[in-house]
């Protein structure tokens, strides 16, 4: 596996767990008020947002890298 792929399939599993765990504070936060719970999923959003941005450089950058 090359480093290529091995960064995509890293950013797109950290994305998306990310986005599940975002989902998921916001949820708590909406079921109980609790604050800590709203940073939680602000901030794992903000992060998932950040690794598809990471991940897009890294692509540009090892596009001359095949996948194999």
Same mark, same amino acid.
């Given at each position: 596996?090359?480093?290529?792929?091995?960064? /995509?399939? !890293? %950013?797109?599993?950290?994305?998306?767990? +990310? !986005? !599940? %765990? +975002? #989902?998921?504070?916001?949820? =708590?936060?909406?079921?109980?008020?609790?604050?800590?719970? /709203?940073?939680? +999923?602000? /901030?794992?959003? %903000?992060?998932?947002? #950040?690794? @598809?941005?990471?991940?897009?450089? %890294?692509?540009?950058?090892?596009? =001359? @890298?095949? !996948? @194999?």
């Amino acid at each position: 596996m090359s480093l290529k792929a091995l960064h /995509l399939v !890293f %950013v797109t599993a950290s994305t998306l767990m +990310g !986005f !599940f %765990v +975002g #989902g998921w504070g916001i949820k =708590n936060y909406r079921a109980d008020g609790s604050v800590e719970a /709203l940073i939680l +999923g602000i /901030l794992s959003i %903000v992060l998932s947002i #950040g690794m @598809i941005w990471y991940g897009k450089i %890294v692509l540009k950058k090892l596009r =001359n @890298i095949g !996948f @194999i």
